[in-house]
């Protein structure tokens, strides 16, 4: 866990919001048309930009501004909590790009939409 929160601490972040005046821990607040200020950053140099949660990556999968999913299927079964891209208005194809299987169960799948 160690290096991951030090990745994660050193990252820049970016919090969408229209509610929030200030943001910290390394962060900038994204407000505004979601759509030009995401397609702003991809412009940016640097690795590429990574999401989580639920609403921002639907609204992101519905603006077509996703080049890469990456999930993450964990051994354990929850049964409640919200669902990923619920509603999401049209189909999305994808081609799986790699699979990475860990000792502990889970499996990363990487995915490219097929445009």
């Known amino acids: 866990m160690e290096p991951f929160a030090r990745t994660i ?16 821990w390394n962060a900038e607040l994204v407000r505004g048309d979601l759509g ?3 397609q702003e950053l991809k412009r940016e140099p640097g690795k590429g930009l990574c999401t989580a949660g639920v609403k921002l990556p639907m609204a992101l999968a519905e603006l077509g501004l996703i080049d890469e999913y990456e999930f993450v ?9 919200p669902t990923l891209f619920a509603g999401l208005s049209k189909l999305i194809d ?3 790009v790699s699979r990475l299987e860990f000792g502990s169960g889970a499996v990363a799948m990487r995915y ?3 445009r």
């Open 36 to 38: 030009k200020a995401v």
């Open 94 to 96: 994808l081609r799986l």
């Open 73 to 81: 299927v964990q051994p354990r079964l929850a049964g409640h909590g």
């Open 112 to 114: 490219e939409p097929r």
């Open 9 to 24: 601490n050193a990252a820049k972040k970016y919090v969408v919001s229209s509610t929030l005046n200030r943001v910290d």
